[in-house]
């Protein structure tokens, strides 16, 4: 009867813990994700495996980043069983991480594009609004990869159209490499009008290519633009100022 009870009573304790851990809020759960990174926190670890273990998504996901991101095959090969379990419940930014490592693992190019093409169909068809100031979404980098494996033939048949769409929609969704290429494939077609509004955009995002691409046509009088010095330099100063956030820890 004792035994009995006692059981009962670690098994309830068990289940509580569990429920608190399967709901610890986001910012506890970026916490030991920075001191896992940083300082390879065993306490955090420790955190993250627990609210995991108990059915925590986001715990999942960041755990799985933690793990992928070690130079160890062991711990990557955890790392993407804990980003496809995130993955699978539909969490879109473990979705892009995991077709990003299997991508860059170059062990599975087919899964690769598979969860990159889930994650980007996350976006609709066109943004409600066309706002390049906030980090673009895990659907945008996950459309602007697949831009990639397309226009390459990474593991894939190489085709050139799905690419582009893949890129357009990078784009519209405010990823600057993407606004950048997408400017590049119109001036190869002869539509400057829109090479041009894309550039502007990819600039606007701090894009270096795009600034010193603008700078360049001011310069020569290219794209309908008449030769202008002074926004020649500016373009300029814009680029060396985005190379220098680039390389810049």
Request: charged share 20%; net charge neutral.
């Given at each position: 009867m004792?035994?009995?009870?006692?059981?009962?009573?670690?098994?309830?304790?068990?289940?509580a813990a569990a429920f608190v851990a399967a709901r610890t809020p986001t910012r506890d759960i970026?916490?030991?994700?920075?001191?896992?990174?940083?300082?390879?926190s065993v306490s955090s670890m420790t955190k993250l495996r627990a609210a995991s273990w108990a059915g925590n998504d986001e715990a999942a996901?960041?755990?799985?980043?933690?793990l992928v991101a070690r130079?160890?095959?062991?711990?990557?090969?955890?790392?993407?069983?804990?980003?496809?379990?995130?993955?699978?419940s539909g969490n879109v930014d473990a979705q892009y991480m995991l077709?990003?490592?299997l991508f860059d693992r170059k062990t599975d190019l087919t899964q690769s594009r598979v969860w990159l093409e889930r994650a980007a169909h996350s976006l609709p068809v066109a943004p409600a609004t066309l706002d390049d100031d906030h980090a673009p979404p895990a659907g945008a980098q996950a459309a602007y990869w697949l831009s990639s494996i397309?226009?390459?033939?990474?593991?894939?048949?190489?085709?050139?159209?799905?690419?582009?769409?893949?890129?357009?929609?990078?784009?519209?969704?405010?990823?600057?490499?993407?606004?950048?290429?997408?400017?590049?494939?119109?001036?190869e077609r002869g539509d400057d009008a829109k090479a041009l509004a894309w550039l502007e955009?990819?600039?606007?995002?701090?894009?270096?290519?795009?600034?010193?691409?603008?700078?360049?046509a001011y310069r020569n009088g290219e794209m309908g633009l008449r030769r202008d010095d002074d926004t020649y330099w500016n373009y300029v100063k814009e680029t060396l100022h985005d190379y220098k956030h680039r390389i810049q820890p």
């Open positions: 004792i035994f009995t009870r006692v059981l009962l009573i670690t098994a309830g304790v068990f289940a970026d916490e030991w994700r920075v001191h896992a990174l940083s300082t390879r996901l960041a755990l799985g980043t933690v130079n160890d095959d062991s711990d990557t090969r955890e790392g993407i069983g804990w980003l496809e379990r995130s993955a699978n077709g990003r490592v397309y226009r390459n033939g990474y593991g894939a048949p190489r085709d050139t159209a799905a690419g582009v769409r893949w890129l357009e929609l990078a784009a519209r969704h405010g990823m600057p490499q993407a606004q950048f290429q997408l400017a590049n494939v119109y001036r955009r990819a600039a606007h995002g701090e894009n270096p290519e795009a600034n010193l691409a603008l700078a360049i």
